[in-house]
């Protein structure tokens, strides 16, 4: 695989914060090599202040100057992105990322040229404390070393996966829209807690480390869900009564049910788009 040393990207929000700052603490790439483009100066100022890289509001000027090029802007305004800078892809040279969520590798390969070398990533907002897992597929013209490259590049904010695009709906539904189930689940446990008689606090610091520790045990031990249960439940006691609770009130069909919605949801989105 061939070493990439420079990258220019194309949005400066928090996604891309996210990534250069993993960029930077896992030297795959050095400030001075990272071009990025961003239409707000003061946003420009901040990123060139905080980490020392090289800005600009052209995203032509992206282009021009590096050969792996990332989109990270908002899905409404990709299609004028890729309209602006159509005209000076070169086939041979660039390899185009793209993170926005919902847009299918048909809709880039309508607009850009014929043959542009294209790889889908989508990440989820974990990546803003490097604990990102991201899903990876490659467009039609795109190589294995150009997916190589990318899973080395997003390595830098959390683990990947590599993915068929038909999953890629999927994919959005569970963790690209995950942390948000998590956070309900989390919210509502801090309110269990603060029910039954515990300081808000306190509550919060429980259920929080809770959670850590419980995916920390399973990753570890490598132990199944089920597994975890078993340990906690001992016969005839609190926890066992607390998840026939959670079984009457149909918990696991309501979290299935609402992850499907989102599916066929992304799934809408993305027949628009093709």
Not at 31 to 39: H, T
Not at 174 to 180: E, N
Not at 265 to 273: A, D, H, T
């Amino acid at each position: 695989m061939k070493e990439i040393k420079e990258i220019g990207i194309i949005g400066g929000g928090q996604m891309a914060e996210a990534l250069i700052k993993g960029f930077l603490e896992k030297k795959i790439f050095s400030s001075e090599k990272i071009l990025v483009s961003e239409p707000l100066a003061e946003r420009r100022k901040y990123l060139e202040k905080t980490y020392k890289v090289i800005t600009t509001e052209n995203n032509k000027k992206i282009v021009k100057e590096r050969s792996l090029i990332l989109l990270a802007v908002k899905p409404q305004v990709m299609k004028k992105v890729l309209e602006e800078i159509r005209d000076f892809i070169d086939i041979e040279k660039h390899l185009i990322l793209t993170i926005a969520a919902g847009i299918p590798l048909a809709f880039y390969e309508k607009i850009l040229r014929e043959k542009t070398r294209i790889v889908r990533i989508m990440p989820n907002t974990c990546a803003l404390v490097h604990k990102s897992i991201s899903a990876l597929c490659k467009g039609t013209f795109a190589t294995d070393e150009d997916l190589e490259v990318s899973q080395q590049i997003f390595s830098a904010i959390g683990e990947t996966v590599i993915v068929d695009e038909s999953l890629m709906d999927a994919v959005t539904a569970l963790s690209g829209s995950g942390p948000a189930y998590v956070a309900l689940f989390i919210e509502a446990l801090i309110d269990a807690g603060v029910r039954v008689g515990l300081p808000r606090n306190i509550s919060e610091k429980l259920t929080l480390q809770t959670i850590l520790g419980t995916v920390e045990l399973m990753t570890k031990s490598q132990k199944n869900p089920y597994e975890i249960k078993a340990m906690v439940s001992s016969p005839g006691g609190t926890t066992i009564s607390a998840l026939h609770e959670f079984y009457e009130k149909g918990f696991q069909g309501i979290v299935i049910s609402s992850v499907y919605r989102a599916y066929l949801r992304g799934k809408e989105l993305s027949e628009i788009l093709k």
